[in-house]
């Protein structure tokens, strides 16, 4: 490694130094791309949930329960193929959704700061820099938006299956069928997002600091 590099080169703490003063400058935008993600991963979790509640009503359900719901016609109904197949693309919907807005807002937020970049390319920052100043950002939106959604998205399941179903709903879900949903979904919520931030943070580490301080937004 060149001298040069030695010196541009920036230790990781101070890379996320930068990007949380990034973070809290533009707050609002912040907020705003945070409660995308939040949303989406509240209805992911939402329909998880919903599914294994639905799903647990032939196994753990009372008799009395059962009874109520076939005669309402329901039973066979939430037990039925075409029904899980509505949630599976309700699912890869909220996949797309969560993934569109995190590039879209990523994107936005490279062509807001052309100067910002081109200014620390100038000073010697280098392209592994600004990839992982993004990243750094994009990941703790991420987190921050799925730990609320998931909060959310299992508030309004439980509280759905209470309205339907009574307090049984609370064991409709046992607890390891839950953290299985919670886990598929922080961990599909966190990939969405660092995945979503590669084409913005790559395109911004290319650009060339000449045509970024020249653009104007």
């Known amino acids: 490694m060149s001298e040069m590099q030695k010196i541009v080169i920036l230790p990781y703490r101070k890379v996320l130094q930068i990007a949380f003063q990034g973070l809290r400058i533009r707050l609002v935008k912040t907020f705003l791309v945070t409660a995308c993600i939040a949303l989406a991963l509240a209805f992911m979790t939402y329909i998880l949930c919903s599914n294994g509640m639905l799903a647990g009503i032939a196994e753990r359900a009372s ?93 309004l399941a439980y509280a759905e299956g209470i309205g339907r179903f009574g307090t049984e709903a609370l064991r409709l879900l046992p607890m390891n069928d839950l953290l299985k949903a919670l886990f598929i979904c922080f961990w599909a919520g966190v990939g969405l997002t660092v995945v979503g931030a590669l084409y913005p943070a790559w395109r911004a580490a290319k650009m060339e600091p000449i045509q970024a301080m020249r653009s104007e937004v």
Not at 121 to 137: R, T
Request: negative net charge.
């Open 63 to 155: 008799d009395a329960l059962q009874q109520r719901l076939a005669r309402e016609g329901l039973l066979e109904q939430m037990l039925s193929t075409e029904q899980r197949s509505q949630t599976a693309w309700m699912l890869g919907i909220a996949m797309m959704i969560s993934f569109a807005g995190i590039v879209n807002a990523m994107l936005i937020s490279v062509t807001e700061r052309f100067r910002e970049i081109g200014t620390m390319k100038c000073l010697g920052g280098l392209d592994s820099f600004i990839v992982k100043l993004y990243l750094v950002e994009s990941l703790f939106q991420g987190i921050v938006g799925t730990v609320l959604g998931i909060i959310i998205g299992v508030a």
